[in-house]
């Protein structure tokens, strides 16, 4: 069974299509892929990267979904045949998406001095 590794923040669905007479797609089918990356789970871990299996099939459509393979060429996702430790698949990806959770890494070499940061106090406090 192929196994797909995510380090993407959240879950995402991707949809498969089926064409109609018309210009319009209906939804056929939708493949669930984990997420949850660099969020705190229930147990208070943290995962770097996180493993869903799928058939053969699904993986077929997958690999025709756009924003699959967007996903895919961007370094979020990768897929691979045998099960693998996520965390230590995750270490040759992309570790961080737009809806990541800020982190106190995320504002290190953010400022230029010291005297940038801006401290307020209670009006009271301050006479």
């Known amino acids: 069974m192929p196994y797909v590794f ?7 669905r991707y949809i ?9 797609k209906v939804p056929t089918m939708g493949i669930l892929i984990k997420g949850g990356a660099g969020v705190m789970n229930d147990r208070l871990i943290t ?5 869903t299996e ?8 997958l690999e025709q979904n756009p924003v699959f393979q967007m996903h895919k ?8 045949d045998k099960k693998a430790d996520a965390e230590k698949v995750s270490g040759d990806m992309n570790s961080r998406d737009g809806s990541a959770p800020l982190t106190p890494s995320s504002f290190k070499g953010t400022r230029k001095n010291q005297e ?3 401290v307020t106090t209670n009006s009271e406090e301050a006479e």
């Not at 995510?6 to 995402?12: E, F, G, I, K, V």
């Not at 060429?73 to 691979?80: D, F, K």
């Open 16 to 24: 498969a299509y089926a064409e109609t007479g018309a210009d319009i």
């Open 54 to 61: 799928v058939t053969k099939d699904e993986l077929t459509l």
């Open 116 to 118: 940038d940061l801006t």
């Open 47 to 51: 995962p770097l990267g996180v493993a």
């Open 6 to 12: 995510s380090t993407l923040t959240c879950d995402n």
């Open 73 to 80: 060429e961007n370094g979020y996702i990768v897929v691979q």
